[in-house]
């Protein structure tokens, strides 16, 4: 069976565990989650990188900074993981579902336009698969709307660019995830990535469940005491000794998976109008991160057959989200009804097929050709 996933290892990984556990120090903010932050700071150009137990949590996190609370309004996109809108409905906010466009995947700007009001303390878009969503047209609207925070849940874009500039540099925070799918890994992890540097030292005290620790550790204070809300996001340092042994490694990764990407285009692009699917689109000004690769199905029919005729020739791709906005939860969190017709299209139509950093070119070709094979066969009578 060719796996959806398969976790890799990419340089020293073994080693630095080795290392952080003869160092004495495994709790947060270890000297390898440091370097970790070191280098995502660097590389996104962020003013603070904190380093988390998940995504999930760096976008808690940012529901606390924003003083989020009960008559709030966020505004995510219904065509996303749940965490994206969890963090802020968990904070008491009434939760407003987004369409998403067609091309990119991420949020609809025109959508977002006709949601927005007094109420929206923040926007979070997606860049989906590792491709920038239409930033330029979403920061226009909110041109119009300045005390309205954008968030970005860059789980699946680090290292993606748009016009040249590092995704997850945009908003004024920004989310990462190290899950075990995403590109650079350590089981659990993520990253909060602060872009305001008004917002540096709140944030350690929120990270540092509430206590003004930070500014202990800076000499600023004699002692450490309770001074705000918070919780213990910190990621361990075996975690962040996994970690940097990825990230130490960031082209070798990108370039091994932009060679899969590669792979798929050459192998499927000659059937895709003859069998009636559609690869992903990135644009010119874009660099995708690289983080998945799928296909539009002609029809959620068409997808399903794919997904259990793979299943027998030893191919695992899958789907992708259920919309939140049709989810109990999504309709219990909602403060009102709105159309996500790309959405539920994307839903129904969208099978992500298996991609991982040490995919070999003969994988993707049995991938490719399960794909072709299932569409090519005939309907059963």
């Known amino acids: 069976m060719i796996r959806f996933n398969l976790p890799s290892l990419v340089g020293r990984e073994l080693n630095y565990l080795e290392e952080a556990v003869a160092a004495g120090k495994l709790s947060a903010s270890g000297p390898f989650a440091s370097r970790c932050a070191e280098i995502l700071r660097d590389s996104l150009r962020a003013h603070d990188v904190l380093m988390t137990t998940s995504c999930t949590d760096a976008l808690e996190m940012t529901a606390l900074m924003l003083d989020i609370e009960p008559g709030?309004?966020?505004?995510?996109?219904?065509?996303?993981?749940?965490?994206?809108?969890?963090?802020?409905?968990?904070?008491?906010?009434?939760?407003?579902?987004?369409?998403?466009?067609?091309?990119?995947?991420?949020?609809?700007?025109?959508?977002?336009?006709?949601?927005?009001?007094?109420?929206?303390?923040?926007?979070?878009?997606?860049?989906?698969?590792?491709?920038?969503?239409?930033?330029?047209?979403?920061?226009?609207?909110?041109?119009?709307?300045?005390?309205?925070?954008?968030?970005?849940?860059?789980?699946?874009?680090?290292?993606?660019?748009?016009?040249?500039?590092?995704?997850?540099?945009?908003?004024?925070?920004?989310?990462?995830?190290?899950?075990?799918?995403?590109?650079?890994?350590?089981?659990?992890?993520?990253?909060?990535?602060?872009?305001?540097?008004?917002?540096?030292?709140?944030?350690?005290?929120?990270?540092?469940?509430?206590?003004?620790?930070?500014?202990?550790?800076?000499?600023?204070?004699?002692?450490?005491?309770?001074?705000?809300?918070?919780?213990s996001f910190g990621m361990s340092d075996l975690q962040g000794a996994f970690l940097f042994g990825q990230l130490e490694?960031?082209?070798?990764?990108?370039?091994?998976?932009?060679?899969?990407?590669?792979?798929?285009?050459?192998?499927?692009?000659?059937?895709?109008?003859?069998?009636?699917?559609?690869?992903?689109?990135?644009?010119?000004?874009?660099?995708?991160?690289?983080?998945?690769?799928?296909?539009?199905?002609?029809?959620?029919s068409e997808r399903d057959r794919l997904l259990a005729g793979c299943k027998v020739l030893g191919v695992q791709p899958t789907f992708h989200y259920v919309p939140l906005h049709s989810s109990d939860a999504g309709r219990r969190y909602s403060d009102r009804t709105h159309e996500c017709p790309v959405t539920n299209d994307v839903s129904d139509r969208l099978l992500r097929l298996p991609f991982y950093t040490s995919m070999t070119t003969a994988d993707v070709a049995t991938v490719a050709d399960a794909v072709v094979g299932v569409l090519e066969s005939p309907l059963p009578s």
Not at 89 to 106: K, S
Not at 142 to 169: R, T, Y
Not at 249 to 278: I, M, Q
Request: charged share 20%.
């Open 72 to 231: 709030d309004t966020v505004i995510v996109p219904s065509f996303t993981f749940t965490s994206t809108a969890l963090a802020f409905a968990r904070q008491g906010a009434n939760i407003r579902f987004a369409d998403i466009e067609p091309t990119t995947l991420g949020i609809d700007a025109s959508s977002v336009e006709a949601l927005i009001d007094d109420s929206v303390k923040a926007v979070v878009c997606v860049h989906y698969a590792g491709v920038p969503c239409e930033l330029d047209k979403l920061m226009t609207v909110l041109k119009g709307w300045p005390g309205v925070a954008l968030i970005e849940d860059n789980a699946h874009g680090l290292f993606g660019s748009l016009d040249g500039k590092p995704l997850g540099s945009f908003g004024r925070f920004s989310t990462l995830s190290f899950h075990e799918t995403k590109n650079f890994q350590c089981g659990e992890g993520g990253a909060l990535v602060v872009n305001d540097p008004a917002d540096i030292d709140r944030a350690h005290v929120i990270f540092d469940k509430g206590a003004n620790r930070r500014a202990f550790l800076l000499g600023e204070v004699d002692k450490y005491s309770w001074k705000d809300t918070g919780s």
């Open 249 to 300: 490694r960031a082209d070798y990764v990108l370039n091994r998976r932009a060679a899969v990407e590669k792979s798929y285009r050459e192998l499927l692009t000659p059937h895709a109008d003859r069998l009636g699917f559609a690869l992903p689109n990135v644009p010119s000004n874009c660099e995708s991160a690289f983080h998945m690769f799928y296909i539009m199905a002609p029809s959620r």
